[in-house]
Every structure is written in structure tokens, then in C-alpha cells.
């Protein structure tokens, strides 16, 4: 998944860190400054510092392993929170993930309420590259309306909405069994988006559930459950962005 470096080659130290699962690079220079981190057992307080992946790198004193990087795939079960808001929340999606230790970051957003699939990594560099706009991960959504949808606001939804100076568009929608149970595609980043879009348009959303991200489907994936993407599933995600 990623080119093996030279033992000897230089990293900057908060690279290393931030690659593991400790933030950004600017939240783990916070972590030096105050003196958590240890570097074959000294304590590294210079920003900028480098180091080689063989070095016994330390946070709080537990031992780091450079390039541990996870991927997991979880059908999000409704009203299970995504964003952090208390450690002790029973509701954590992260509570969910027995056996996983390492610190998750989200690669696209969902509300809170919504269910559905979410792609989890500590791989600073991927997250980057799927959250760059010049990357388009399609994602379609199952949504369930208050009430039938028209044809008029399924136009205006195509060609676009401005939420919160953000133009909002669906790329495709169809109704399905009725006219308050729809289908849409949209691109990644839009869609923490979608319940203020049809809220514009004054329709409430009971039931919001992404069913496919990327190449990723909720194929033998049941509510609440989760998977580590294997080889092949990132050789696809991948081409997403390659």
C-alpha cells in the first residue's frame, strides 16, 4: 500500500507521528512541544526534528509502529455519533470497533442520525487525497422524504443549491419505489450537505443511508458491522485517485 523507505532515510518526526494517528502535523508538534514524545528513550522537544523508521519512537510513553496503517469499512448503524463529542458516549461509532485501538479519522463525512457506510483510516495520506476536490469519489444515497418529491425540485437539485456558500449538486436522482423514496449520486464532500439541501427545498429527510462509496458497497456488510479493506479493495479505491 505504500513504498518501503530506507531504514536510514530522514522523516520528520511529526510526520511520523501524524501518520500514525496523532492529528495533523501542527497537532503533533503540540505533542513535542509539551514533551510527550520520546525518541530511543529521549525526550524530543525541538520542532523539526527528523528520525529513521527504525527508531523506537514513544507518545506517553507507549511504543508507535510507523506505517501501521489501518483501513476499515463500517455500515454505520442510525444514531450512532461520527463526530467527536465525549469519550464516554455508548453511541461512538468508535465503540463498535472491537480490537481497534489505533486513533480513526473519517474519510467522508455523515450526519449523526444518518446510516450507512464510512470509510475509517490513520492514513494521514490518504485522507488528504480523498478530501482534495480534484478527486471525485462518487457515493450514492437510499433516501426516505416526508413526502412525495416533483420533477421541478429534482431539476433544481441537478443544477445545484447554495448551502452556506457552498453550491450543493446531485448528480443523479430517481425515484424509486414511490416519490418519497429516492436514489441520488453525489461526489464526496457533499454529503454531510444533503439533509440543508432539501431542507431548502422544504422537505424533511426520515431515512438517509449511503450505500456505496467509491467501489465500496454494504455487500455482506450488515448494520453495525465492519471489515479491513483487503489488497484488492485498495488497489480499487486506488484508481479513485491515482
Not at 531504514?7 to 495533523?24: A, D, E, H, M, P
Not at 525518541?39 to 506517553?60: A, S
Request: overall charge positive.
Amino acid at each position: 500500500m505504500m513504498k518501503k523507505k530506507s531504514n536510514n532515510q530522514l522523516i520528520r518526526l511529526n510526520k511520523v507521528l501524524s501518520k500514525s494517528g496523532f492529528g495533523s502535523r501542527k497537532e503533533a508538534d503540540r505533542l513535542i512541544d509539551i514533551g510527550a514524545v520520546k525518541v530511543n528513550d529521549k525526550v524530543i522537544t525541538k520542532l523539526g526534528e527528523k528520525v529513521r523508521i527504525v527508531d523506537t519512537i514513544k507518545v506517553n510513553d507507549k511504543e508507535i509502529n510507523y506505517d501501521n496503517k489501518i483501513y476499515i469499512l463500517l455500515n454505520k448503524p442510525r444514531d450512532f455519533i461520527i463526530k467527536n463529542q465525549g469519550k464516554n458516549s455508548k453511541k461512538d461509532i468508535f465503540t463498535l470497533l472491537k480490537g481497534i485501538n489505533e486513533k480513526l479519522f473519517f474519510t467522508s463525512e455523515l450526519n449523526n442520525d444518518a446510516t450507512g457506510l464510512i470509510l475509517l483510516t490513520n492514513d494521514d495520506e490518504l485522507l488528504q487525497k480523498l478530501k482534495d476536490n480534484k478527486y471525485k469519489i462518487k457515493e450514492i444515497f437510499s433516501v426516505l422524504l416526508d413526502r412525495e418529491i416533483n420533477d421541478n425540485d429534482i431539476q433544481k437539485l441537478k443544477k445545484g443549491i447554495i448551502i452556506k456558500d457552498k453550491l450543493v449538486c446531485v448528480n443523479n436522482i430517481k425515484k424509486l419505489k414511490t416519490g418519497s423514496d429516492i436514489g441520488l449520486e453525489i461526489v464526496s464532500g457533499y454529503s454531510s450537505k444533503i439533509k440543508e439541501a432539501f431542507r431548502h427545498l422544504k422537505y424533511d429527510i426520515k431515512n438517509l443511508d449511503r450505500t456505496l462509496y467509491g467501489p465500496f458497497t454494504k455487500k455482506n456488510l450488515t448494520r453495525g458491522k465492519w471489515r479491513k479493506l483487503t489488497k484488492r479493495d485498495f488497489i480499487n479505491l486506488e484508481s479513485f485517485y491515482s
